[in-house]
């Protein structure tokens, strides 16, 4: 036989030994007795209950034993739930284990396992007990058994685990908590006598969450087993990348609306001497360093001016008193700083308590954050103010303890404004109260406004003297949850407060503007909720001018005073020249514990004069109907997507009722003295009752009625009573051909917007009676006899009868008037251009039934009223037409 196939039956023979070899230990491990053998010192290397679905070995060319479904129980004290389940599990078996006939694992790898960390109340942990304890010799070491049995002491000790795509879920005693981490990947390995090696990443999640970017954490250290209850042992922990959105997120379970990023690096240690500390047992040394950037609102763009901070925190936590004191806090900002030292207690009572014996804050920092956080801030704002001071509080609710802040004086530069200045102030706290007094701010000029007022020395000098300030003053009792807030504006020309506030994005004037002198107070008071103030305010308006959106003019406020609190706002006008008419009176509205049903204004409102006319040039110009659009949004505030709201959306908000009256009204000819009326508007409804007014000597009373629906409607339903004739809104010369007194009865109807509109929509009637009526010019009898006009004059004691209106005329169907002998029917037409066509016919005498003969003719008036055509006609026998 050849070398070579010398070579190779033996190398056939070798790998076919080891095939049948491999083969027998496939069907070895499958046995009941393997299987038990196996899973005992499963138990043996992990001190807890162990369940395995399948199992295979594999000898070369490195023996490892294949678990799958592998479950690792809890230890009673900790639940009933499983420690650890993995998909899979990979054990390495050392050679010189084997060749001993014993079981020694090498690294356990673990396939998407998930671990459960239970705390139970005495605040021990079940992983205290997980690591396997120092290697050791036990009884019975060197045996040689194919499957012998498990020793009482462990000796079957793990070397490494590892874990790929793990997660590790959190219990207090029962309660799952929500918080876990997903991905966990690394391994724990053994080092040396009771020390392991850590090394673990992972990625936190929250349950119910949608999170975007959390970060990878990542720890690495040693820890000694468990029979040292893992001491001693040190941690270095690394987290950057991470969404400020999704700490809030795993922390609450809700977006609170914060935007940027942040990164945390730490060292922890606990039983490990440092220059720091003595290694004392049951405490945790620690040193943190937090770092955030680019931190705004969630709804504003990333500026490069975004607030950053930097937080460095060292101390010790005492696990047992579950009490954590840090020694040094310092807090760093891009041009401020903040040094101190705090403490914090889990137990109960839980609190805290932080001292910060230096503070240094530059006010740019302090706006950076604002700017952050609020929109619409002008980018050329500028604060320019210094903040030292101490400060130490704890507690919750919040407890002041002692401290002062003070602020030095300072700039505030905003668009339209020269540099304003800012006072120096103070701020103290002392036995529980937080106290500001004093902060003022004085507000220059606008640019231009001195060379202005150079033209008029008197209101240069006005001008020079004239000031502009708003104090601050800031109060809060943590003893007793209360606190409160108060403005005090004293202006001289508030337009300058509303230039600032715009500047910080706070508008205050959106669709109005107003010039003139402003002062008074604005206050908010809260107890243990500061989200639900208590607000209360007086401001005092004099010589004004107050532009509204959708008016043609500006109201003139010679002096008014607005007034409010939580249950009642309003105000008291004593003169405001407003619509062509002086304005006084008081409006009010309640806002309590009262249903929006309720919440409506209630007015009384006086004008020395109304003139429609003048209301038109306000509004004007006609038949436009979109002033509402433009005035209501700056009245009640509202507003759509492109800043004008419907007139009727707006007008279904407003609820008010009250009296309304004025010296005069006038209304095209129309001219009404000591006119009143109650009014009320709600659901886009007014209605007008009680409306009382002197008309041509006379009297009127009745209703109006209104709807604002797309196509506005109106309904005048009025009585007149002893109206005088001559005082009618006729043209000159025919009101002087009449005199007499009229009473009656008028209802009207009309839709649309604007004049023309209204006209050509007007309808309705009514009734009238007459006293004492008078025409001068034509005596209608005589010339109805003579068969031609004769001048003179025509009297009736009384008349009755009834008329129609539309198309823009008076129709008079059958108006009889009475005289001592005779009738005569008054039949016709008279337009709203003053233009008319009307006929008188003697109907006979009167009481007698005699025919008279001058009723086969009668007296016609056509054409303007002023100068109209007279003719005498007949009337045929038949159908009473002119021939």
Do not use: C
């Not at 936190?204 to 959390?214: D, E, I, Y």
């Not at 707006?650 to 209304?667: H, K, M, N, P, Q």
């Amino acid at each position: 036989m050849s070398r070579a196939r010398k070579y190779s039956l033996i190398g056939v023979l070798v790998l076919a030994a080891l095939v049948a070899v491999q083969i027998g230990v496939s069907f070895l491990v499958q046995t009941s007795r393997v299987r038990g053998y196996l899973t005992a010192h499963l138990e043996s290397a992990f001190g807890r209950p162990v369940q395995v679905g399948r199992f295979s070995f594999t000898i070369f060319p490195v023996p490892e034993l294949d678990l799958e479904g592998v479950t690792i129980g809890e230890d009673a004290t900790f639940g009933h739930e499983y420690f650890l389940r993995a998909e899979r599990m990979a054990a390495s078996v050392a050679w010189s284990g084997l060749l001993r006939g014993r079981f020694e694992f090498g690294t356990m790898s673990l396939t998407r396992p998930s671990l459960i960390l239970v705390r139970n109340a005495e605040g021990r942990w079940n992983l205290e007990r997980w690591l396997p304890p120092a290697r050791g010799k036990g009884p019975g070491e060197g045996e040689d058994s194919a499957a012998p049995p498990v020793p009482r002491q462990a000796t079957h000790l793990l070397q490494k685990l590892e874990f790929d795509d793990g997660r590790i879920n959190f219990k207090f005693g029962d309660e799952k908590r929500p918080f876990a981490f997903n991905g966990v990947s690394g391994s724990v390995e053994n080092v040396g006598p009771g020390r392991w090696r850590v090394n673990l990443e992972a990625t936190p999640w929250r349950s119910g969450v949608q999170l975007q970017s959390t970060g990878t954490l990542q720890v690495a250290g040693d820890v000694a087993g468990t029979t040292a209850r893992l001491q001693p042992a040190q941690f270095r922990l690394h987290w950057e990348k991470v969404s400020i959105a999704d700490i809030f997120r795993l922390m609450t379970g809700n977006d609170s609306g914060v935007r940027g990023e942040f990164a945390l690096d730490g060292n922890a240690s606990i039983g490990v001497a440092s220059p720091d500390t003595d290694g004392r047992s049951g405490e945790w040394h620690f040193l943190l360093m937090a770092r955030a950037n680019q931190i705004h609102r969630w709804d504003l763009p990333e500026r490069s001016d975004n607030p950053r901070f930097n937080v460095n925190v060292q101390g010790y936590w005492n696990v047992a008193g579950e009490e954590a004191r840090v020694h040094e806090v310092r807090v760093e900002m891009p041009h401020s700083n903040l040094n101190g030292t705090a403490q914090l207690r889990t137990i109960y009572p839980a609190g805290w308590r932080a001292e910060f014996r230096r503070i240094d804050v530059q006010a740019e920092d302090l706006l950076a954050w604002y700017r952050a956080f609020s929109p619409g801030v002008a980018d050329d704002v500028m604060v320019q103010t210094f903040l030292t001071g101490n400060l130490s509080a704890g507690g919750w609710p919040l407890r002041w303890e002692e401290g002062t802040i003070e602020g030095r004086a300072g700039t505030l530069t905003v668009p339209g404004l020269s540099p304003s200045r800012i006072e120096a102030f103070r701020a103290t706290v002392r036995d529980g109260k937080f106290a500001l007094d004093n902060l003022r701010l004085r507000l220059a000029s606008e640019p231009g406004a001195k060379g202005k007022s150079e033209k008029n020395p008197k209101k240069a000098a006005a001008a020079s003297a004239a000031e502009d300030v708003a104090e601050v003053a800031l109060r809060h009792d943590s003893t007793a949850q209360q606190g409160s807030l108060r403005l005090n504006l004293k202006f001289a020309d508030a337009s300058r407060l509303f230039i600032v506030a715009s500047a910080f994005g706070r508008a205050l004037n959106p669709g109005w503007e107003y010039t003139g002198s402003a002062n008074g107070v604005a206050a908010w008071n809260w107890g243990s909720n500061i989200r639900e103030p208590r607000r209360s305010g007086s401001i005092e308006l004099s010589k004004a001018e107050l532009q509204v959106a959708g008016l043609n003019q500006p109201l003139k406020i010679d002096q008014a005073r607005l007034d409010w609190n939580d249950e009642r706002r309003g105000g008291t006008i004593g003169k405001v020249d407003a619509f062509g008419a002086s304005w006084s009176g008081s409006f009010s509205q309640m806002t309590g514990e009262v249903s929006n049903e309720d919440r409506k204004w209630l007015f009384q409102l006086h004008a020395d004069h109304l003139d429609a006319t003048q209301l038109d040039r306000w509004f004007g110009p006609r038949a436009r109907p979109n002033w509402l659009q433009r005035l209501l949004p700056s009245l009640l505030g509202g507003n759509d997507n492109n800043g004008v709201a419907h007139a009727s959306e707006l007008l279904r908000r407003v609820s008010a009722e009250g009296e309304i009256s004025a010296d005069t009204l006038a209304v095209e000819k129309i001219k009404l003295t000591q006119a009143r009326a109650t009014l009320a508007m709600r659901d886009l409804r007014l209605q007008l009752r009680n409306i009382d007014a002197q008309w041509a000597g006379g009297k009127i009373h009745g209703a109006l009625r209104a709807q604002f629906t797309p196509s506005p409607r109106y309904e005048l339903d009025t009585d007149v009573d002893r109206v005088n004739l001559a005082q009618l809104p006729w043209p000159a010369r025919w009101a002087e051909r009449w005199s007499g007194v009229a009473s009656g009865r008028l209802q009207l109807t009309t839709g649309g917007v604007g004049r023309e509109e209204l006209l050509r929509q007007l309808n309705g009637g009514g009734s009238v009676k007459l006293s004492k009526v008078e025409l001068r010019g034509w005596d209608v009898e005589a010339s109805a006899e003579a068969g031609v006009p004769r001048t003179g004059q025509s009297r009736w004691t009384g008349g009755d009868g009834e008329f129609e209106v539309g198309e823009r005329r008076v129709q008079f169907r059958d108006l009889q008037l009475h005289a001592l002998h005779s009738n005569t029917h008054l039949a016709g037409r008279i337009g709203f251009d003053m233009t008319g066509d009307l006929t008188f016919s003697p109907a006979g005498s009167a009481g007698r039934g005699e025919k008279s003969t001058a009723s086969a003719r009668e007296l016609r008036l056509s054409g303007p009223l002023e100068s109209p055509t007279v003719v005498v006609q007949s009337l045929s026998a038949a159908g009473g037409k002119p021939r």
